[in-house]
C-alpha cells in the first residue's frame, strides 16, 4: 500500500464555469492581455491528494481517514524499488531502492551535487505525493528518510543567491575603502 494516491475530479456546474470565464474575461480586458493568454476554463478539474493508505485503513472513521467523492480515483501502484533523482545533480538517474541507504548516498549514486545545487532545499516527494523538506541545524541538513519509489529533488541556485565568499569580497572592499578614506583623513589632518 506504499505509495496510494487520490485523485479528486471535480466536475464545475455551468454557474462555476459562467463565473470563471467572466473572471478571465474581465482580467484580459483590463490592459494585460499578456499577464493571461487562456480564455477556457476546464470543465473537469483534477487535484492530487497525498494519503497514507496503511494508517487509514488501522485507524478508519478517524481524521485521517477520506470520504471518498463520486469520480474520486484512488490508485494502490505495485511495488516500485526505485527511486528517482532529478534536478541540480551531475547524471540525473533512476536507481534500485537500498534499505537504510539516505539522501546523501543516492545523489551521490547521481555523480553527486553539481555547483549550482542548493543542498539545503532539497526534498523528497514520496510516491503516495507528500513532500518532505531538508532540515537545517547550524551548519548541518538533515536529510529527509527515502522510501521506495520516491522521487529526490535537488533545487538550481537562483542569481539571488549570494555565497559566502561573495560576501566576505564585498565586506573586503567596503574594509579597504574606509581605510583608503581614512588615511586620507589622517594626512589631510596632520597638514
Known amino acids: 500500500m506504499e505509495g496510494a494516491s487520490l485523485i479528486r475530479r471535480t466536475k464545475l456546474t455551468k454557474a462555476e464555469i459562467d463565473q ?11 490592459g494585460r492581455k499578456s499577464a ?10 483534477e487535484e492530487a491528494i497525498g494519503i497514507d493508505l496503511k494508517k487509514i485503513l ?47 548516498e543516492y545523489i551521490s549514486r547521481a555523480g553527486g551535487f553539481t555547483s549550482r545545487s542548493v543542498k539545503k532545499r532539497t526534498y523528497v516527494i514520496y510516491a503516495n505525493g507528500y513532500a518532505k523538506k531538508t532540515k537545517r541545524f547550524l551548519f548541518f541538513n538533515s536529510y529527509p528518510e527515502v522510501r521506495p519509489g520516491s522521487r529526490i529533488i535537488v533545487p538550481v541556485r537562483t542569481q539571488a543567491d549570494i555565497t559566502a565568499a561573495q560576501v566576505m569580497g564585498v565586506i573586503g572592499t567596503i574594509g579597504g575603502s574606509l581605510s583608503g578614506l581614512l588615511g586620507i583623513y589622517a594626512i589631510l589632518r596632520t597638514l
Open 20 to 30: 470563471q470565464q467572466k473572471t478571465l474575461n474581465t482580467i484580459s480586458n483590463d
Open 36 to 45: 493571461l493568454q487562456a480564455d477556457v476554463v476546464a470543465e473537469n478539474k
Open 58 to 104: 488501522e485507524k478508519p472513521h478517524t481524521d485521517i481517514d477520506l470520504i471518498l467523492q463520486d469520480g474520486d480515483l484512488l490508485t494502490v501502484p505495485k511495488f516500485n524499488p526505485t527511486i528517482k533523482i532529478e534536478g541540480e545533480v551531475q547524471l540525473p538517474t533512476t536507481t534500485r531502492y537500498t534499505k537504510n541507504v539516505g539522501v546523501g
